[in-house]
């Protein structure tokens, strides 16, 4: 009788460890699964290179929203950066504006759309996975031509720029201002200058 009752205990015993083992597995499994999926969103994010169409140049202007407070609106420092921004890129011929549809990154560049005449072109918040859709739309639809990107450090503004060739650190910082150079082949040429105020 006691060595039954030892022998169920130690079934009880090998029950709970096989459960514990088990589990252990499934959260092993789960852990890779997520693991997986982070490493194919990185190489969605900043895999395929895009280039300009055949025959043309096309310069991407990228820039970090300006200054903004705690509640996401930009400050009387950002306002001044945003009309500053004018003063940056006005002249050279800026035929397409991009923007996340958030308010912040839409006010950095309503100066500059106001100035120009041009509509600000609205994309998703969560425009880090669309990166290359984003990119791609840039270089061909406005092929041989001067656009610019207004993103986020949340990840679409390196998405973007990985996308469109630059290596490296991209902009980051309220003022900095990246001027990629994007041929029809070869390498993405990047300047990397400021936009104070």
Avoid at 21 to 29: E, G, I, L, N, Q
Avoid at 81 to 95: H, Y
Avoid at 115 to 128: Q, S, V, Y
Wanted: overall charge positive; aromatic content about 6%; proline content about 4%.
């Amino acid at each position: 009788m006691h060595t039954e009752h030892t022998f169920q205990e130690k079934l009880k015993q090998l029950a709970e460890v096989k459960g514990v083992v088990t589990m252990t597995r499934k959260k092993r499994s789960v852990a890779y699964c997520i693991i997986l999926m982070f490493l194919i969103g990185i190489a969605g994010c900043i895999g395929v290179k895009v280039h300009s169409k055949p025959g043309t140049t096309t310069t991407v202007i990228l820039i970090r929203h300006a200054d903004r407070d705690e509640d996401y609106h930009l400050t009387d420092k950002g306002r001044a950066r945003a009309e500053a921004l004018v003063d940056a890129v006005g002249d050279m011929d800026i035929t397409a504006i991009f923007s996340p549809d958030l308010e912040r990154n839409i006010d950095t560049v309503k100066p500059l759309a106001d100035h120009l005449g041009i509509e600000i072109t609205l994309k998703p918040k969560t425009a880090m996975p669309k990166a290359y859709v984003i990119a791609r739309e840039m270089v061909t639809e406005h092929a041989g031509n001067t656009v610019l990107w207004v993103g986020n450090i949340s990840g679409n503004l390196q998405a973007i720029y990985y996308r469109l060739g630059g290596k490296g650190r991209g902009p980051l910082e309220y003022g900095d201002l990246y001027i990629l150079t994007v041929p029809d082949e070869g390498p993405t040429k990047v300047v990397k200058s400021r936009f104070n105020i």
